[in-house]
């Protein structure tokens, strides 16, 4: 069996688990998305949970999912291969968050840059467990503690940040923290992916407007 459509069905799949919702969706419009029949579909999986498992190891690690789909019809019987993959990806990203973050002369700058790379990055995948909370606890689990940490290693840095002046005093730093993840992740996936109008980013600009921003927004002018 050839992998002529496996990309095809996985990007139609993952859009309409985003779009809408992994129990509504079924096989038949899967393949409408794909422009393949139905029949063909189940070539590669057989069935729509398959396709979900499938969907995290494709965007997370390609040469992992070139070994876990080696075979077709694609059939997972075993579901912690899936959470061993994501769980490694969120360490990975949980130690470089932690390093270039928290580390020595970090400047806000570098930290947009960093959150717009990962989230344009992984952003597919955020969304594909925000829009689907309750078909996987351990997923959505692994992804509600990456967004903890997130919260915390940000809102460190800011704290930090105006302890040395170089940052203004900020009242309500909790909402500022949330104020600038949350437009991140706006410009970078749910512009790409579920928004009103959706439409291709360019990330070397959206850092430059965000930085920019938060820049006369926090920074103490002399």
Known sequence: MKK?????IID?????FITKGFQLTKIKDIAEKAEIATGSIYKYFQSKEDIWITIPIALLDEERKDLLVSQYPINFSDISKQHQVILEKFQQIDQLMEREILGENIELASIIELLVRLMDKYGKFFLLIEKNQKVDKKMTDYYQLYR???FSYVHQFFAKQID????????HLDCHVELV?????RLTIHKKYDSFEIEEIDTSLVVAVLVDTFEHAYLVRE
């Open 4 to 8: 002529d459509h496996l990309d095809e």
């Open 12 to 16: 139609a799949a993952a859009f309409l």
């Open 148 to 150: 903890k940490k997130l």
């Open 164 to 171: 040395n002046a170089v940052f203004r005093k900020i009242e």
């Open 181 to 185: 993840i949350d437009s991140i992740s």
